[in-house]
């Protein structure tokens, strides 16, 4: 059973740039479209990037200038950079699994990241 | 491209029916048959709930159903349970640059 685990810090400086990895357990992440989506307090989701195993990108045109997600197969982790974060940037980030038809079918468990001045 | 448009809230007794709308564009909800709706209880991550407009992934329950007419897709939960107390977003492939949006989600209450 593929399971997903998101780490990184729980505190960023604002101005400086977050970090995250996402762990791929349990299966392979071949043929798989691996995503990046945040909730931030309160609020509702937002889809932020995605990439296949292969390398190819898209990214949410609001974030795109300060985005940056990739892919390490033998490692079996995806990561994404966000730089320049401000309080905005405040929120959990979740880690996720999208089909080729445009659903996202298993997500990891969240970890928030809180941008401090 | 903006979200998706749900009622903040809907509520129902034990055992009603509930349908929660999702209101986009042709270029989103109208246009495609890639809508899907997920259930997110309080501190945890979404739930997938249902894909394509109307399919139900294994282990979730028929009580859960989706629909789309037009520009808006529904989703109905029959035989409401306490357990289904949850908030809910729908989402959508768009056309548009941003290629794919959630809703604004809904909370639904169990009286």
């Known amino acids: 059973q593929v399971q997903l685990q998101e780490s990184g810090p729980g505190l960023v400086k604002s101005s400086e740039t977050l970090s995250l990895t996402c762990t791929v357990s349990g299966g392979s992440m071949y043929s798989s479209y691996w995503s990046w989506i945040r909730q931030p307090p309160g609020r509702g989701l937002e889809w932020i990037a995605y990439?296949?195993?292969?390398?190819?990108?898209n990214y949410n045109p609001s974030l795109e200038s300060r985005v940056t997600i990739s892919v390490d197969t033998s490692k079996s982790q995806f990561s994404l950079k966000v730089t320049s974060v401000t309080a905005a940037d405040t929120a959990m980030y979740y880690c996720?699994?999208?089909?080729?038809?445009?659903?996202?079918?298993?997500w990891g468990r969240g970890t928030l990241v809180t941008v401090s001045s | 491209q903006s979200a998706l448009t749900q009622p903040a809230s809907v509520s129902g007794s034990p055992g009603q029916s509930i349908t929660i709308s999702c209101t986009g564009t042709s270029s989103d909800v109208g246009g495609y048959n890639y809508v899907s709706w997920y259930q997110q209880h309080p501190g945890q991550a979404p739930k997938f709930m249902i894909y394509?407009?109307?399919n139900r992934p294994s282990g979730v329950s028929s009580r859960f159903s989706g629909s789309k007419s037009g520009n808006t897709a529904y989703l109905t939960i029959s035989g409401l349970q306490a357990d289904d107390e949850a908030d809910y977003y729908c989402?959508?492939?768009?056309?548009?640059?941003?290629?794919?949006?959630f809703g604004t989600g809904t909370k639904v209450t169990v009286l």
């Open positions: 996720a699994r999208r089909s080729p038809y445009w659903y996202f079918d298993l």
């Open positions: 394509e407009v109307s």
């Open positions: 989402s959508s492939y768009t056309s548009s640059s941003t290629l794919y949006v």
């Open positions: 990439m296949y195993h292969s390398g190819s990108t």
